[in-house]
């Protein structure tokens, strides 16, 4: 079995390490079902916790594009 752990801060990511997780899901604004996290948060991350991430690539509500500049 695989545990995976959504996360939104450096601190998220370790107590999710420390508590067992082997995989995290990188994201921000979680009360909107979790969206694109900043770059350097990721790479804070990805430096400091020894577990693969998979990072939330959505900008905006639903799970539709909504605009060419959103897919940009």
Do not use: W
Request: charged share 30%; aromatic share 2%; glycine share 6%.
């Amino acid at each position: 079995m695989l545990l995976e752990v959504i996360v939104q801060s450096l601190a998220d990511a370790r107590e999710a390490h420390a508590g067992g997780a082997d995989r995290l899901e990188v994201v921000r604004e979680i009360e909107r079902d979790g969206l694109t996290p900043s770059l350097d948060l990721v790479r804070v991350i990805q430096a400091d916790v020894p577990v693969p991430l998979r990072v939330m690539v959505r900008e905006s509500d639903g799970f539709t594009i909504k605009n060419p500049e959103e897919l940009r």
